[in-house]
């Protein structure tokens, strides 16, 4: 193995024990999640879809009257639910169309435990609620990949496009 290799081998495996690290300290809220969208379960599809392009996210939070979280109305529930069953969206409330008792974390809970969510249960987007189950906010599979990022941002960020010499990393040269 020639010096390069060493230096990079090195390089791979102190960036490997800081995510690792991250994984298992770094909580949810140092991934900046959104201010949630909340709607009564009686506010309609259309309501929901006209918040959630207005405010570019991809879901709303139907909450009670007393704000406690009651379900999750997403993008795919627009596509399933609404549009692939051919519902009007004008006059179908959420309640007939959301995603009931949805599971919640805090912001105090760990990074690893939303990955888990997402990868083992297929969520993409998930609620933040405190401790009287009320929205606090929103974290996504979009907000998990920029904390990815941000762990090693000169191995992410300095990447040309499309360099096929990066899949071998061994091949390349020093110079």
């Given at each position: 193995?020639?010096?390069?290799?060493?230096?990079?081998?090195?390089?791979?495996?102190s960036?490997?024990?800081e995510v690792r690290?991250?994984?298992?300290?770094?909580?949810?809220?140092?991934?900046?999640?959104?201010?949630?969208?909340?709607?009564?379960?009686?506010?309609?599809?259309?309501?929901?879809?006209?918040?959630?392009?207005?405010?570019?996210?991809?879901?709303?939070?139907?909450?009670?009257?007393?704000?406690?979280?009651?379900?999750?109305?997403?993008?795919?529930?627009?596509?399933n639910?609404?549009?692939?069953?051919?519902?009007?969206?004008?006059?179908?409330?959420?309640?007939?169309?959301?995603?009931?008792?949805?599971?919640?974390?805090?912001a105090?809970?760990?990074?690893?435990?939303?990955?888990?969510?997402?990868?083992?249960?297929?969520?993409?987007?998930?609620p933040l609620?405190?401790?009287?189950?009320?929205?606090?906010?929103?974290?996504?599979?979009s907000?998990?990949?920029?904390?990815?990022?941000?762990?090693?941002?000169e191995?992410?960020?300095?990447?040309?496009?499309?360099?096929?010499?990066?899949?071998?990393p061994q091949?390349?040269?020093?110079?």
């Open positions: 193995m020639g010096e390069f290799e060493d230096e990079y081998a090195a390089a791979l495996e960036d490997l024990r690290g991250a994984l298992v300290n770094d909580t949810i809220a140092l991934l900046g999640p959104a201010a949630p969208i909340c709607l009564g379960e009686s506010a309609t599809v259309e309501q929901a879809v006209e918040a959630m392009l207005e405010r570019r996210q991809a879901a709303v939070l139907v909450t009670d009257a007393d704000g406690r979280l009651l379900g999750i109305f997403t993008e795919r529930d627009v596509l639910r609404v549009v692939g069953r051919g519902l009007d969206a004008g006059a179908t409330a959420l309640r007939l169309v959301m995603t009931p008792r949805p599971e919640a974390l805090t105090r809970d760990r990074v690893a435990y939303a990955i888990h969510c997402m990868s083992v249960a297929g969520y993409r987007t998930i609620v405190d401790a009287a189950q009320r929205p606090i906010g929103i974290v996504t599979v907000d998990v990949i920029r904390w990815l990022a941000s762990l090693f941002p191995a992410v960020l300095n990447l040309p496009p499309g360099d096929a010499r990066l899949k071998r091949d390349l040269d020093a110079g």
